[in-house]
Nanobody
C-alpha cells in the first residue's frame, strides 16, 4: 500500500500560479503512473492530469492543456502539478493518485491504486 501526501494548496488571485506536490511512500514509486484529480463543491471528482513512470508520457484534461503541467521526480518519490493562469473555476480540492498500472490512460479511466487526502486550492476573482 502506498501513502500519498499532497501539499502546496492555498489561496491565490485569478491569474496567479501554484505548484502542488504529492509525496509518496510505502512501496516502489517509479513503476506506476501517477495522476491528479480535482473536486469542486457540488461536483463530481474529475481527471486533471497523469504521467507515466518515466515521465515520457503525459495526459491532460482537454480544458486544462496549456495551463497545467504535471511532472515527477522518482528520486524524491514526488509528483508535481504546476498550475498557471488560475481561474476561479479552478477552485477545488486537488487529489493525488497512483494508478493501478503504468499507463496514463488507465488513470483517466479510473484505474486507481491509492488516493491522497487532498489539498484545497481557492482562486479568488
Amino acid at each position: 500500500q502506498v501513502q500519498l501526501v499532497e501539499s502546496g494548496g492555498g489561496l491565490v488571485q485569478a491569474g496567479g500560479s501554484l505548484r502542488l506536490s504529492c509525496a509518496a511512500s510505502g512501496r516502489a514509486f517509479g513503476t506506476y503512473a501517477m495522476g491528479w484529480f480535482r473536486q469542486a463543491p457540488g461536483k463530481e471528482r474529475e481527471f486533471v492530469a497523469a504521467i507515466n513512470w518515466s515521465a515520457g508520457s503525459t495526459l491532460y484534461a482537454d480544458s486544462l492543456k496549456g495551463r497545467f503541467t504535471i511532472s515527477r521526480d522518482n528520486a524524491k518519490n514526488t509528483v508535481y502539478l504546476q498550475m498557471n493562469s488560475l481561474k476561479p473555476d479552478d477552485t477545488a480540492v486537488y487529489y493525488c493518485a497512483t494508478g493501478s498500472t503504468s499507463a496514463v490512460w488507465a488513470i483517466k479511466s479510473g484505474a486507481i491504486g491509492s488516493w491522497g487526502q487532498g489539498t484545497q486550492v481557492t482562486v479568488s476573482s
